[in-house]
Nanobody
Framework: QVQLVESGGGSVQAGGSLRLSCAAS??????MGWFRQAPGKNRERVAI???????????DSVKGRFTISLENPTNTGQTMYLQMNTLKSEDTAMYSC??????????????????????WGRGTQVTVSA
């Protein structure tokens, strides 16, 4: 059974940086993404990566500041990262990772657009103070 565990969240001042990790065990798929949800707001997609980076995309609100990447897969799973720079107070949210297997890049993109990934982590909190 696939398990996703996020880490790396914390409190930081505006302008600072954090790097989130998502450890996916028992996972050998090819489509992973990051989402976030602030209190009282809908879940928002943040970034997506398909394959070894054949498709990478970001929400407009984080483009140029966030970078999604993958570590080389192992026999037991995969680790995904989200490097977040120049953080703003509006980046404050619970960040969750998601993973699935897609037959096409367009299918992976669809998982991201619809938030329809089959596997989700519990999230890690990011708080940015002004």
């Amino acid at each position: 059974q696939v398990q996703l565990v996020e880490s790396g969240g914390g409190s930081v001042q505006a302008g600072g940086s954090l790097r989130l990790s998502c450890a996916a065990s028992a996972y050998s798929g090819n489509c992973m993404g990051w989402f976030r949800q602030a209190p009282g707001k809908n879940r928002e997609r943040v970034a997506i990566i398909y394959g070894d980076g054949a498709i990478i995309d970001y929400a407009d609100s984080v483009k140029g500041r966030f970078t999604i990447s993958l570590e080389n897969p192992t026999n037991t799973g995969q680790t995904m990262y989200l490097q977040m720079n120049t953080l703003k107070s509006e980046d404050t949210a619970m960040y969750s990772c998601a993973a699935d297997t897609a037959d096409l890049g367009s299918s992976c993109y669809g998982f991201w657009l619809d938030a329809s990934f089959g596997n989700w982590g519990r999230g890690t909190q990011v708080t940015v103070s002004a």
